[in-house]
Structure formats: C-alpha cells, structure tokens
C-alpha cells in the first residue's frame, strides 16, 4: 500500500475549506492507504499564540479527525509535537535547504508582509512541512492547491538529500482534488477561504449551528447575472458555491448547473443551506460526544507510539547519511 501523510494545524477551529480541501479526501484514503494524519502544532507557533488555547485547539482537531469518520484502527493519528524526530529533521533538511528557495515561498510573502518583525520560523516553516513529510516515506500528500509550493520544495529537499547524501528519503506526490480542492471565501471569493479573515463571513466552521450557516450562505458574494454556471473568470462567487454544494452532495458541477439552469440563486442557495447543515449536523453530534470522551487520549498515545517509530527510523538513516554521530 502507498503511504500518505497530512497535517492540519491547530489555529482555530477548522472550518469547510480545511474539510473539503483535504480532511474529507483523507475519510476515502484510509481504505486505500496506510495513512499518517497529524496536527501539526509546531506550524502554529510561527504566529504566537496564547498556550492555554493552543493546547485546547490541538484536541479539537484530533476530535474532529474523529468526527468525520478518521478510524484509529485504519489510520495514525498524531501530535507532531510528541515526535521529537520532527524538530531534529527538520534542522537536518535546513542544512540542504537553500535562501533562494525559501525568499520565494508566497505563504510567507503574504503572512511575513516584508516586516522585519516577521517570525524566523514563518520563514521557515516549509522546511518543518518538509520534515513532516519526509520523516513518514509518504508516497502521496493530500494538500489544497495552496500548499502545492511547499510540496515541490519538499521534492526538492528530498532529490538533493538523496544526490548529495544517501538514497533515503522518498519523493512524494501531492494528491489534490478535482472539486473543492481550493475554496474560497464566500465574502471574497477572490481569496481562499480562511479563519484569520477580518469577517466571521469569510468561512463556515465546522461547528456552525445551522443559523451561522443560513445567515452566512444568505449573504455569500455572488453576481448580478442570477445565472448558475461555473466560470471561476467572470463568477468567481457562485463558482465557489458550485464547488462546495458539488462536493458536500457528490452531483457534479454539470449536474448542478443542469439543476438550476434559469430558476435563479434563491433556490440554489436555500438546497445548498440545507445540504450543508444535513452534512455538517451528524459530524456536530459526534464531535461533541469524543471531544468529552477519553478515546482522545487513548488515540493519541498509540498513535505517538506508532509515529515515532517510523520518525525514528528515517531520522537514524539521514543522520548516518550525514555523518553525525
């Protein structure tokens, strides 16, 4: 079986473009592959954070891995703070990383926003994701398309390990998917979807009520043709909608645009209320029900175990490679 590896980070409660751009492709893969699926909460120190939170948030996650069906039985789960191996790798792959290649990483052009203030680690950042990686022998990474950047460096680490040192680490794919890959803010659909939005209406959370959810989708940006049809150029609002109403229902966009052809956004946007508090509200239920439980706690100890014991393995071939003790 092929490997695959993920991470999501513990920076707010997850919201629809962190399910469908990659949590909801991972429910699939876990009968497909053997799967390592972490919260990576080192990631989320490159902004400061208040601790007591962070450690909140982490749980969150792992409860909602949970949630939407992840099976500890099927899959790792795991903190990347508990594998000590990631930080240690992490350094070994700055020593093979270049300046060059991380002064053209966008996410930190857009997040560092040129300011001398910007934190070291947002600045490397890409290289931990690379570790992350790179620890697990991941065939195949599950990203939206804003991460595809940093996956190309992780390529890039991994061949120039593998030619100046040792064959040791695997080169991965990214694995991302045809709908819903990249989603966009329903306020401004112009630009990913995102919990660091100044607007709550930016995003639909993953614990919305379903009055959060009307009351967001009723004012979602859209335009004033009242057309339904995918064109991401000229209707990147309702394009954005189509996306998200096709991969929470499983129609394809044509089915949908068939669907609604001459009958307007009122309806479009009332089914897809009522589709996403219909997917949302069973996922709700059972979050609640684990976050409360001790299952989390049982899961995350064997999945630290599980992790570490790969981590470790790969670790012990590149210090070699590298010639440290």
Aim: charged content about 25%; proline content about 4%.
């Amino acid at each position: 079986m092929k490997r695959v590896l993920s991470g999501v980070q513990p920076t707010g409660m997850l919201h629809l473009g962190n399910y469908l751009g990659a949590i909801k492709q991972f429910v699939k893969l876990q009968n497909e592959a053997d799967c390592y699926f972490c919260v990576v909460n080192l990631h989320a120190l490159t902004i400061p954070k208040n601790p007591e939170e962070l450690l909140e948030r982490t749980r969150d996650v792992v409860a909602m891995y949970l949630a939407v069906g992840l099976d500890p039985e099927k899959v790792t789960l795991f903190v990347q703070s508990q594998v000590k191996a990631h930080s240690e790798a992490c350094w070994l792959l700055q020593c093979v990383a270049r300046v060059g290649e991380l002064n053209r990483m966008i996410q930190f052009k857009e997040k560092g926003k040129g300011s001398d203030s910007a934190l070291v680690g947002l600045y490397t950042y890409p290289v931990l994701m690379a570790a992350d990686i790179l620890l697990y022998q991941a065939d195949q990474v599950p990203v939206g398309e804003d991460q595809k950047q940093h996956l190309e460096l992780t390529r890039d680490l991994a061949e120039r390990f593998n030619r100046d040192y040792q064959e040791v680490l695997t080169v991965p794919e990214p694995l991302i998917g045809q709908v819903g890959a990249r989603v966009m803010g329903l306020d401004n659909p112009e630009k990913k979807m995102s919990k660091s939005a100044d607007s709550a209406f930016n995003y639909i959370a993953m614990l919305d009520d379903p009055k959060m959810i009307e009351k967001k989708l009723k004012r979602a940006v859209t335009d004033s043709e009242n057309q339904v049809r995918h064109d991401p150029a000229t209707k990147p609002g309702i394009s954005n909608l189509l996306g998200i109403y096709s991969s929470l229902s499983g129609k394809s966009i044509k089915e949908l645009e068939k669907q609604y052809e001459g009958v307007g956004y009122g309806l479009f946007k009332k089914d897809l209320i009522e589709v996403t508090v219909d997917h949302l509200q069973p996922i709700q239920e059972r979050y609640y029900q684990i976050r409360k439980s001790s299952l989390l706690d049982q899961v995350l100890a064997e999945g630290k175990e599980k992790a570490n014991a790969v981590a470790e393995e790969t670790l012990r071939k590149m210090k070699e490679a590298m010639g440290v003790l």
